[in-house]
């Protein structure tokens, strides 16, 4: 039995396939900057301002462009860029950095990471309406 809400296969595919490599390219980059216990944890704060920005730039160009593969959109939205950013590091990083008594840290690592994350998709979806311009720019001096 199938049913039109089912996603095909290949939807199912791209997420998995996404999901690794954005796990992958976070945990590589957590090896390659780690963060130190008590201090804010930058390396997070970075990826999840960057995987806003560009999760907001794609969805502004897809939102444009609704014929874009329904695969390529799960296998980089919810699957790359969902497993590369995380809500659960913050939330850990902050209760490590409360049950190490660095209050201040934590409460500045939550406010930057509102701040810096909606700030962060903001830029994306500004980009992604320039972005969104210049191709139909583009499209509209190749039809000429």
């Avoid at 390659?32 to 969805?59: C, D, H, K, Q, Y």
């Avoid at 329904?70 to 902050?94: C, E, H, I, N, Q």
């Amino acid at each position: 039995m199938t049913s039109a809400r089912v996603p095909h296969w290949r939807a199912w595919l791209a997420v998995a396939a996404g999901g690794l490599a954005g796990t992958e390219l976070r945990y590589g980059l957590g090896l390659a900057f780690p963060e130190t216990v008590g201090a804010m944890p930058w390396t997070t704060l970075g990826i999840n301002v960057t995987g806003s920005f560009v999760l907001a730039a794609l969805t502004t160009v897809w939102m444009a462009r609704p014929q874009t593969a329904f695969w390529l959109r799960a296998g980089l939205g919810p699957g790359f860029l969902g497993s590369f950013t995380t809500f659960s590091a913050v939330v850990f990083s902050s209760d490590q950095l409360s049950r190490a008594g660095e209050h201040p840290v934590w409460i500045a690592y939550l406010g930057l990471s509102l701040l810096l994350g909606l700030g962060g998709a903001a830029g994306g979806w500004r980009t992604g309406r320039l972005l969104n311009d210049r191709l139909q720019g583009d499209r509209a001096g190749t039809a000429r």
